[in-house]
């Protein structure tokens, strides 16, 4: 079942063109976005919305974070994202206007699946939810339903399922655009040729991965790592430090890099590898002058750049380029990286990476 590959991580990590291109492929046969796509009731739902609340755990969660900056910014509709353990158990202003989307791999995480009931039970009637496997019980519970086609994930730390999360997000948010008149047809089709070459480009990401097992031997000794991005890659920092925490036992943490001078930065010195994500984008030159802060106090950066972002090796500073400019999908890309330096790092540390200490794949317990 393994293929050439060691473990399923591995295996999972490198289906991803594959994954992402079955996720995508309804829109291609579609050629449009729109609320088909996400099935029968789905143009009723959105016409009755005008927020959209995202609820998830771990890894599900940063993908909704992720997804915020995309429904804001192409839709134009307010988004918040929690955590569903969080939701659950507090006070909540109800919304009927309010789309709530659970987000899940499994189908079946409890406290996503409670923090659904919630919403509900409080009045919110639109719910979306968007699964990686057919049938299980929160899509049961969503009155629509998008399915991720990663395929089985087996490995415990997430990865094929992230991607085409991302995907689904990316899709609910040009859809939702669509159908409250913001998109047009020209934008409409550029977003469309982005998501056809995305599993050409994340393929690319994938063949860098001789340079980041480098990488990985320098962070095995280490016993920290800050993990920095800004914007829509500040999601895909976080993604970054909890694959590294949850399969190498290492502490990792994530920051937007303009928090850095409000605390982390206490923490940076020569032990401290410093994971920047840092493709061209607006805020590249943000990024750059927090870089140098770090530099300033002896820390050792490894920076996650593409073919656009003018970046050059200085000392204390490593740069490994995905080799492709990806634009609005660039946090998809960019996943492959981070999850490739945790994969390696843990085999260099010699975890067992499919199956980490004190985890579970599916969490169906509180
Ligand atoms: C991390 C990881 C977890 C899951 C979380 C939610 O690699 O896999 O953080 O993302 O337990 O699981 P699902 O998506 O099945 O609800």
Known sequence: ELGPYRHFMQKEIHEQPRAVSDTIEAVIDNNGFGPELFGDKAAEVFDAIDAVKILACGTSYYAGMTAKYWIESIAGIRCDVEIASEYRYRDIVANPKELIVTISQSGETLDTMEALKYAKSQGMEQTLSICNVPESAIPRASKIVYYTRAGAEIGVASTKAFTTQLVALFTLACTLAKVKGRLTAEQEHGYLEELRALPGSVQHALNIEPQIIAW?????????????????????????????????????????????????????????????????????????????EVRARGGEMFVFADLDSNFSEAEQVHV?????HTGVLSPIVHTIPVQLLSYHTALAVGTDVDKPRNLAKSVTVE
């Open 216 to 292: 990985a031997e320098k962070f095995a000794p280490k016993h920290n790592a800050l993990f920095l991005g800004r914007g829509v890659h500040y999601p895909i920092a976080l993604e970054g430090a909890l694959k590294l925490k949850e399969i190498s036992y290492i502490h990792a943490e994530a920051y937007p890099a303009g928090e850095l001078k409000h605390g982390p930065l206490a923490l940076v010195d020569e032990s401290m590898p410093v994971v920047v994500i840092a493709p061209n984008d607006q805020l590249l030159e943000k990024v750059k002058s927090n870089i140098q």
């Open 320 to 324: 490994i380029r995905t080799p492709r």
